[in-house]
């Protein structure tokens, strides 16, 4: 049987977050390579957002809320009642669809942990410096006063969040890197798992802001277009 | 019949968000006027993390991975199990134990729509200005030179996303409203929904910091308390 349409109805709704994440990304991998149209039912925004070319939104009695893109979905509910179902968090989901990569990321912060003081010194305008083991994978922040005084052992660094992967992940996980770290710096990973920058709070939300700019253009654009 | 613990075993996991909401809000309400130990049981972060006293992380087989009160889960996983089973929003969910209620609000951008080119002037240092209806209710963002000619009108206000309640709402509430706003300003209302003031992601950003600071602190001060 090779029916046109596949259903699916809640599938992952009573696994935990961690298994949950492998089979959306196994069903993601599936459904590129059939290309088949799945009707996927599930009550996780989340879920949805992420797996859904375009998602419906049912009110109370089946009726359709709206049917839209997920990243349009989060930028422009229909309703007070769609917006409401999108939760509160819709600002931070909506970052999902916001690349990384064009964040400026600085390197002068970054030290090993065995640098000497005139190396410390040299990256010292930083409040807080990333330090890294010999492989270059991140340890932990520090004052720089701290370290050239030797003072400062691993434990006693700070942590450092979970770092994100410039160009891979979103404005979403560089954002929640840079609210996870006590020194409000998110910490850029290569693919091994080795620092290549630093980014503060403050550099991920002007790139927050020009990334809506661009959709804003983008949108105008289109009107433009549609009007001519 | 009294028993001293009530089981419940994933009991919203079926309803969609707006409905689970409601009842979760129903059972810490219960809850706080029965004062009964509840076994909860869920997949869902959000919901453990908001519901519980304490909360277990249990691994493969049924081990005990970690049991924290939630803020702690949050900021100090055990290990890659625990830190991988919260999810790439930890961050973010931790903010939703920071109070708002410290946020400098600022006045002058927000000014009704009925404002003259004088009120307009004075309010104009700011990039944007929050445009609000005859009772102070929040109606979008404009560029000021746009206001003083004249030339907005309801429709080509820019959406002023989420607004937050200062005191009431967290943190994290702020910080999505200013992600979710094109101008990178959160917008903060009363119980009314009349805006009381404007606040810059930048501000929301220090004020996370702070709190990091300030809960660094308090575990310097238990430990010193632990070790005297």
Redesign the interface.
């Known amino acids: 049987a090779d029916p046109p349409v596949l259903l699916m109805d809640?599938p992952f709704?009573?696994?935990?977050?961690?298994v949950?994440?492998g089979l959306q990304e196994e069903l993601l991998r599936i459904q590129d390579e059939l290309g088949k149209t799945i009707v996927f039912v599930t009550?996780d925004?989340d879920e949805a957002v992420k797996l859904g070319t375009m998602v419906a939104v049912l009110r109370t009695g089946g009726h359709l809320a709206q049917f839209a893109p997920p990243a349009e979905l989060l930028s422009?509910p229909a309703d007070p009642?769609v917006?409401?179902?999108l939760?509160?968090?819709?600002?931070?989901r909506?970052?999902s669809f916001f690349a990384s990569g064009e964040l400026e990321l600085e390197t002068s912060p970054v030290v090993p942990i065995d640098a000497d003081a005139e190396r410390i010194s040299g990256a010292a305008t930083a409040p807080y410096l990333l330090v890294t083991d010999a492989d270059g994978r991140p340890l932990g922040w520090a004052e720089p006063e701290r370290l050239v005084a030797g003072s400062v052992d691993k434990g006693q660094l700070l942590?450092y969040?979970?770092p994100f992967r410039p160009g891979i992940d979103s404005l979403?996980?560089a954002?929640?890197?840079?609210?996870?770290?006590?020194?409000?710096w998110a910490v850029a990973v290569d693919g091994d798992g080795r620092a290549v920058g630093v980014v503060s709070?403050?550099a991920v939300?002007?790139a927050?802001?020009a990334a809506?700019?661009e959709h804003?253009t983008d949108e105008h654009r289109t009107d433009a277009k549609a009007a001519g």
């Open positions: 809640e709704s009573a696994v935990d977050p961690v949950r994440k009550h925004i422009e009642f917006e409401d179902f939760g509160a968090d819709r600002g931070i909506r970052l942590s969040g979970r979403r996980t954002l929640d890197g840079a609210v996870l770290s006590p020194t409000g709070q403050q939300g002007e927050i802001r809506h700019d804003r």
